[in-house]
């Protein structure tokens, strides 16, 4: 079964400090794509990254970058030199995708994330 | 262009009652998918439409559905309302079906049952 672990449920760090989010994920599948969303007090989800379970490269985008370890089934999201507008909550997710067929996606608990000025 | 838009923002119904939501995707978007979030069960699938039917439902008891119409626009209604289904519901719309396109959120309706 699908399953998606966040540990982390609240972290706080000051400004500029690098913060790692974790995130564990179970599944049977080879074929499968992960995701992270961030979610400001507004509401939203707001789309961050997808990746799929060949591809195991890491990406870096900004000040935002993510290690995707299928060894340890971890995909887990870095803010370097973090600002007061990252605070939010960010949500990682799966999803066991075929593109004939109907998909789910399953989100972790999600981390709450606060940047102290 | 503008976002993906759900209605109303805020509402507050009594146990019993039922409740229907609406969301309108993105211009040129043709894939509504929605979501619960609580503070105890998380965000959950609730399912995804497109081209007017419903290509996948999460765990959800009956009392939940939804449709879509020919314009994309898609509403979701909650009959017999519980105390448990006071959340946050968010609609998402994507250009084609299946999680393989990115979907772009709504700021979602707060659904409040007293």
């Known amino acids: 079964a699908q399953k998606v672990t966040q540990a982390q449920t609240e972290i706080s760090v000051v400004e500029k400090e690098d913060v790692t989010l974790d995130c564990v994920y179970e599944t049977r599948d080879t074929t499968y794509y992960l995701f992270w969303y961030k979610q400001p007090p507004s509401g939203e989800l707001v789309f961050l990254i997808r990746r799929n379970s060949f591809d195991e490269q890491n990406e870096i985008s900004g000040r935002y970058s993510w290690n995707f370890q299928k060894s340890t089934s971890s995909f887990n999201f870095t803010i370097t030199a973090s600002q007061v507008v990252d605070s939010a909550v960010y949500f990682c997710?799966?999803?066991?995708?075929?593109?004939?067929?109907?998909?789910?996606?399953?989100f972790g608990s999600g981390t709450r994330l606060s940047i102290r000025p | 262009k503008a976002g993906v838009t759900q209605t109303p923002r805020y509402l507050i119904k009594t146990r019993g009652q039922q409740v229907t939501l609406s969301c309108s995707p993105i211009s040129g978007h043709r894939s509504v998918s929605w979501y619960q979030q609580t503070p105890g069960q998380g965000l959950q699938f609730l399912f995804e439409y497109f081209s007017e039917t419903q290509r996948n439902k999460g765990n959800f008891p009956g009392r939940f559905s939804g449709r879509q119409f020919s314009n994309s626009r898609s509403e979701m209604n909650v009959s017999t309302l519980e105390l448990g289904d006071s959340a946050l519901y968010l609609c998402?719309?994507?250009?084609?079906?299946?999680?393989?396109?990115?979907?772009?959120f709504g700021p979602g309706t707060r659904l409040t049952v007293l």
């Open positions: 997710a799966l999803s066991e995708e075929s593109r004939s067929s109907a998909s789910k996606i399953i």
């Open positions: 998402a719309s994507s250009l084609a079906f299946g999680q393989l396109n990115e979907q772009f």
